[in-house]
Structure formats: C-alpha cells, structure tokens
C-alpha cells in the first residue's frame, strides 16, 4: 500500500514567521507532488506544484523536494492568520498514475 | 477561477433512499474524479472518468455508481442510501496535460439516518 505521510499536527506559528510543512512518499517511482490548502468546511485548492529536485518558488510558498529523501515540504514564509488551513500533499502513483493524498497537516497562524 | 460545481451542497435522508449528486463543469475538462474524505482522514478515490463514456472504480470500494453522457456533467448515484455512506463528497476535474492540478467543487456533505 503506497502511502503519503504527514504530521497532522496542529502545527502553530506566531504571524510573520515562517511555516515549514513536511510530508514524506513511499513510491519511488512518483515524479509529481503537489500541495493543496483546505479551509475549514471548505474543498481543496491547489497552491503548489513540483515536478523535480530542487525548490520552486511563488510568491511568499517554496516547494522542496528531495527524491532521493523521497520528501517534499512547503514553506510558507511572512505566515499570515489568513493561511491557518490543512495543507494536504499529494503524490501521484507511478503504477496507476492516480493521485495520493496524505491526511494532512493543520497549520494555525497566531496573530 | 475554478468552475465546478455541486448539488445538494447539504443532504440528510433515510436509510434505503436513493440519491444522485450532481456534478457540473464549464472549463471542458476531458477528466473528472469522485472523491471522499471524512473528518480527519485523507481524500479517497471512488471513481474517475477521463472522458464521455468512460468510467472506471477507484481505490476506495464504494457502492455508488457514476455515468459519463456529456464531457461537462458526472453525476454519482447511490442507489439504497445506508448510514456508512455518510460522508462529505467531493468533484474534481483536471485537463488533458495537467491531469493531477485538480480543480474542486465545494463538496456534498451526505447524512444518511
């Protein structure tokens, strides 16, 4: 059973620091990962994509990931009340080429 | 902005009934998932479809079913509602070249008594 691995937290930061979101793969063969962002009471919303070793950045979200480690994080810097949400990775299955998703990491911002 | 929607957004019913969620989307994506997620817990894949006619199970062994007629419309069906079916679920769809950037509907949150 292939499994995506989150801390689910809650994971609390002071405003204006930096959140750092972890989440580790057991497909080795996985060559997408994404970060999705889900409100309370609300449906996903896609913030990250990546698709090699390395960071990617937008805007104030940095995507890391390390295949060797097979582990991607999310950093999201100037954290802000605004991003306090479950932050779900997500991981496609090189074998059925279907997407799985870790149950998430509860971030809260404090003000 | 994403242009997916569901209905009911709310549902409660008695065990036995028959129920179909709707499921719309105007950006004519080839490819639309069921998905459902209880509190707490990762989304899990009931069904997919990756284009009309096409339709096929996914991880999560469900009772449901789903139909694909039009490229726009993904409609999920149970066909005798019981109480382990209640659930919060939720559409997607995604493009041909960007198949795992899924785009969410708001979600239909089911009660069955």
């Known amino acids: 059973q292939k499994e995506v691995e989150q801390n689910s937290g809650p994971l609390s930061v002071p405003e204006g620091a930096i959140a750092s979101l972890n989440c580790t793969y057991s497909?080795?063969?996985?060559?997408?990962f994404f970060w999705y962002r889900q409100y309370s009471g609300k449906s996903p919303e896609l913030i990250m994509s990546?698709?090699?070793?390395g960071d990617k950045e937008d805007g104030r979200f940095t995507a890391q990931l390390n295949k060797a480690s097979q582990y991607v994080s999310l950093l999201i810097r100037d954290s802000q009340p605004s991003d306090s949400a479950t932050y779900l990775c997500?991981?496609?299955?090189?074998?059925?080429?279907?997407?799985?998703f870790g149950t998430g990491t509860l971030l809260a911002v404090q003000p | 902005e994403a242009d997916i929607y569901q209905t009911p957004r709310y549902l409660v019913i008695g065990t036995g009934k028959k129920i179909t969620l709707e499921c719309s989307q105007t950006?004519?994506?080839?490819?639309m998932y069921w998905y459902q997620q209880d509190p707490g817990m990762e989304l899990h894949l009931i069904h997919y479809?990756?284009?009309?006619?096409?339709?096929e199970k996914g991880d999560l062994s469900s009772e449901s079913t789903v139909s694909r007629i039009r490229t726009e419309h993904f409609p999920l069906t149970l066909e005798s509602a019981r109480p382990s079916h209640t659930s919060q679920y939720l559409c997607?769809?995604?493009?041909?070249?960007?198949?795992?950037?899924?785009?969410f509907g708001e979600g239909s949150r089911l009660t069955v008594l």
């Open positions: 997607a769809s995604s493009e041909g070249g960007r198949v795992w950037e899924l785009f």
């Open positions: 497909d080795r063969v996985s060559q997408s």
């Open positions: 990546i698709y090699s070793n």
């Open positions: 997500a991981v496609n299955d090189g074998a059925t080429n279907k997407l799985i």
């Open positions: 950006m004519g994506h080839d490819k």
């Open positions: 479809s990756y284009g009309v006619n096409s339709t």
